[in-house]
């Protein structure tokens, strides 16, 4: 990947003609991740401020004494998409860790030390730059706001059950695919967890389904595919997978 050219694609930059792009391409570079990482945490000092290139990353917030997982994520952040903004902003701390969140994650991250530097030999490209990024850094926030002004008061529970029976039939794929639909809506009322085997061996893998104010729904022998389709229809639009239902004998 040449940085300038990719840079061309990101917000930010699209109000900088070629030889101010050209200038302040030479303060980012590439860097990669594989699931998991964790590139920086709550409290680090903000040295980058960081694009994501391929894949995505979570903003998260960190619990005293607990893993962290997506039940902690404020943000989801995809491609050409900017973060750690707080690099350029005083006092320059990370306010969130970020985390890989797929298989493989490329970033390009531009350096603190050496925008400022860039900022004090062309003012110009300083406050185009920072203009341009104050517009992106309020329109994340506005689309945030919109999000928890339209939060359901509802609480939705959702129990993938674990025994050893249902771990053999394919639970733990299961529980993958929820989590990994979770990770996407930024529905911080959608609760992931696991539990015991409720006795219906025969049919596991079983998922539970509580949404306040409805009726409890176990579903049967589900799969990652069909954990989906329940998330996708169930869990967020509110319409029953009636064909994967467990009936009661």
């Known amino acids: 990947m040449i940085v300038r050219d990719f840079l061309k694609n990101v917000d930010i930059f699209k109000v900088l003609d070629d030889d101010q792009l050209a200038s302040i391409a030479s303060s980012f570079h590439e860097k990669e991740y594989k699931q998991g990482d964790k590139l920086f945490k709550e409290g ?20 005293p ?48 030390e050496s925008l400022t530097t860039l900022f004090q030999e062309n003012p110009r490209v300083g406050y185009l730059f920072m203009s341009n990024l104050i517009k992106v850094v309020g329109k994340r926030f506005q689309q945030l706001q919109a999000l928890t002004s339209s939060m359901p008061i509802s609480q939705t529970k959702v129990t993938v059950h674990m025994g050893t029976c249902g771990i053999v039939a394919g639970a733990r794929e299961v529980m993958t695919a929820l989590l990994e639909e979770k990770s996407k809506t930024d529905r911080p009322d959608i609760k992931i967890k696991s539990s015991g085997c409720i006795g219906k061996c025969r049919e596991e893998p079983n998922v539970t389904v509580e949404i306040d104010g ?36």
């Open 44 to 63: 680090d000092q903000a040295s980058h401020i960081w694009i994501v290139a391929e894949g995505r990353v979570d903003l998260r917030f960190d619990l």
């Open 65 to 112: 004494g607990r893993s962290t997982s997506v039940e902690t994520t404020i943000s989801a952040i995809s491609e050409l998409m900017v973060f750690g903004w707080s690099g350029l902003v005083p006092p320059h701390e990370y306010t969130l860790s970020a985390y890989c969140e797929t298989k493989s994650l490329k970033v390009v991250r531009g350096s603190r």
């Open 214 to 249: 409805k009726e409890t729904v176990i579903y049967r022998k589900v799969n990652a595919n069909k954990a989906r389709q329940i998330f996708g229809n169930h869990i967020l639009k509110g319409e029953v997978m009636a064909d994967y239902v467990l009936i009661e004998e």
